[in-house]
């Protein structure tokens, strides 16, 4: 473990020597090398060695997060933050640690102020209180005597205890990136991290860990089910009652057979052309032998206006015959089928 923190202290006078901006670690060759071994062994002692237990922050964090989000959400929620804010978070706290191994007497390090940027955007959203005042109190901050909103630096530790503890905080983000990693399209759901750090809280390996976290959660998801057919469900109306009455409705329209009285009564009229006719006047009144209508029968009376041709004696219309007008009226009543012709 010594090797990888001068390997820290390496990269970090690097970084000084060309002027850059960042102070906290970005080597990716050193980030591979460190969490290849918290990968395969069991993290929890190595991070003791080094003065943090960050999967027991990460746990106590998931969990508050877990009981503030609504109970319609669900075991398998997606709640913001996570571990991927709790890297951030190490990532501040890694930062403030180098800033007191470089600089412990530069007065702007001497007051960490809470309502700032940067920490209400990375600190506060995944870190209680509590949490912040034993992690910032490694670093020699406690909370400021008049104003709760800031982190006062009350004692100055030594240069090496700064450069350790900023290597801390940097193998902690090395362990949310694996745990990041291995979560895959997980990440965020809360279960699923929750039981990954669990997992690797009891010392397993990074594989082991996953492969238990999967086995325990898969089991418990509900199977997918087929989507609810709703094309034959009527919210307004009760359960079976509009197929009735769809049914209903067609027997009454199209349901009329020749049994039905609708149809018997039309039908009489179409047969009655077989029945013998009288011709009337042109004023429409049968001769006097015709039987006397009876006033509570259906009469049917129907008219068309057409042109009447004057033929020669032979049967042969005239080309120059002049055509009238003509009107024929019918009328069926009593089983007889009258029609009377107007010139």
């Not at 630096?153 to 350790?164: A, E, I, K, T, Y």
């Not at 976290?213 to 307004?236: I, N, Q």
């Not at 015959?321 to 012709?341: C, D, H, L, V």
Request: hydrophobic letters at 35%; one cysteine or more; proline letters at 6%.
């Amino acid at each position: 473990m010594k090797g990888f923190v001068e390997s820290y202290k390496t990269c970090l006078e690097n970084r000084i020597e060309h002027g850059d901006s960042i102070l906290v670690c970005g080597d990716r060759e050193l980030i591979g090398e460190v969490g290849g071994l918290l990968q395969d062994r069991d993290a929890p002692n190595i991070h003791s060695l080094l003065g943090l237990n960050p999967l027991k922050v990460m746990e106590e964090s998931l969990l508050s997060m877990q009981s503030s989000l609504p109970t319609t959400h669900g075991p398998h929620c997606i709640a913001k933050g996570g571990i991927g804010g709790l890297a951030k978070a190490f990532e501040v706290l890694e930062l403030a640690a180098l800033n007191l191994y470089l600089g412990p007497w530069r007065k702007e390090f001497k007051l960490v102020k809470m309502y700032s940027g940067m920490f209400t955007h990375h600190v506060k959203p995944v870190l209680s209180m509590p949490q912040i005042l034993e992690l910032f109190g490694l670093l020699g901050y406690e909370a400021g005597p008049t104003r709760c909103e800031e982190l006062r630096l009350s004692s100055v530790g030594s240069s090496d205890s700064f450069r350790g503890l900023s290597f801390a905080f940097f193998a902690a983000r090395c362990e949310c990136r694996l745990l990041l990693t291995a979560l895959g399209n997980h990440v965020g759901a809360m279960e699923w991290e929750l039981g990954l750090v669990r997992e690797r809280l009891k010392g397993r390996t990074l594989q082991v860990a996953l492969d238990n976290t999967t086995r325990r959660l898969e089991a418990s998801e509900p199977p997918e089910g087929d989507p609810l057919e709703l094309s034959d469900v009527d919210l307004y109306t009760d359960d079976g009652q509009e197929e009735k009455r769809q049914e209903g409705e067609r027997r009454q329209g199209v349901g009329e057979t020749p049994r039905s009285p609708s149809w018997a009564e039309r039908s009489s009229i179409v047969t009655s052309f077989s029945t013998p006719a009288a011709v009337t006047h042109s004023n429409g009144v049968p001769p006097s032998s015709s039987t006397p209508t009876s006033p509570r029968e259906p009469v049917c009376v129907s008219t068309f206006n057409c042109q009447l041709a004057k033929t020669s004696p032979s049967g042969v219309s005239s080309s120059t015959a002049k055509s009238s007008p003509a009107t024929a009226t019918y009328t069926q009543q009593s089983g007889n089928f009258n029609i009377g012709i107007h010139i």
